[in-house]
């Protein structure tokens, strides 16, 4: 089936060691997105790409980075994790921006930092 | 700016009760509203969504209303099943971004 990977599912890391979240789709969509969602809290959008075309929220920490090599493939790099990173990292595709695109999610990577 | 809040929960039914799930928004204009389900382990699905005022949306038995004058989305079920447990998120469209709220887990007991 087309669907949404993510990979691992529970990563654990150090503090100040850097980390790398992998997310790879299958149905070509052109939007990515990543998500970050702390306990008992909302999904929080750190940024998407569309296409190659890269887009920062104003309020994500210059410690989060993403690459997308290619249309399948997009990652999220955490330069140097803190306690506070410690969440479920929620990434998501659709086929075109907007409210009539339906974002199809990704089962997460619960991220522990120790 | 734009936000949505939700019942906390969780929220515990039996089986076949009616469930309501609150939501509200604040935003300006028109935005789009959803509701998305999580069930344990997976990713959020899109459960149903409505993009204008007294739109209703709809799916597997759940259904909400879009009510401009109350700024609400409730999401309803007459009767619910097992199978239903899962946390909900109620949602809405800004400049192609979607807000969520905070997620009701609800529980359905057999």
């Known amino acids: 089936d087309a669907m949404v990977i993510q990979n691992p599912r529970y990563q654990v890391t150090q503090f100040g060691k850097p980390v790398t979240l992998s997310c790879s789709q299958t149905?070509?969509?052109?939007?990515m997105y990543w998500y970050q969602q702390k306990s008992s809290q909302a999904p929080k959008l750190l940024f998407h790409?569309?296409?190659?075309?890269?887009?920062n929220e104003a309020d994500t920490p210059d410690n989060f980075q993403s690459r997308r090599p290619n249309t399948s493939f997009c990652f999220l790099d955490i330069r140097s994790p803190g306690l506070g990173d410690a969440a479920m990292y929620l990434c998501?595709?659709?086929?075109?921006?907007?409210?009539?695109?339906?974002?199809?999610f990704g089962p997460g990577t619960r991220l522990t930092v120790t | 700016g734009d936000s949505v809040t939700q019942m906390e929960g969780p929220v515990t039914l039996s089986e076949e009760a009616f469930l309501t799930i609150n939501c509200t928004y604040t935003?300006?204009?028109?935005?789009?509203l959803f509701w998305y389900v999580q069930y344990p382990g997976e990713g959020l699905q899109l459960l149903l969504k409505?993009?204008?005022?007294?739109d209703k949306g709809s799916n597997k038995g759940f259904e909400a209303t879009y009510r401009k004058e109350t700024t609400s989305f409730h999401l309803e079920k007459g009767s619910v099943q097992v199978s239903d447990s899962a946390v909900y998120f109620c949602a809405l469209d800004r400049d192609d971004k979607i807000i969520f709220g905070k997620g009701t887990r609800l529980h359905i007991l057999p």
């Open positions: 409505a993009t204008k005022a007294d």
């Open positions: 790409y569309y296409d190659k075309d890269f887009n």
């Open positions: 149905l070509n969509h052109n939007v």
């Open positions: 935003a300006t204009g028109y935005p789009s």
């Open positions: 998501a595709t659709s086929r075109d921006s907007g409210a009539h695109y339906e974002q199809y």
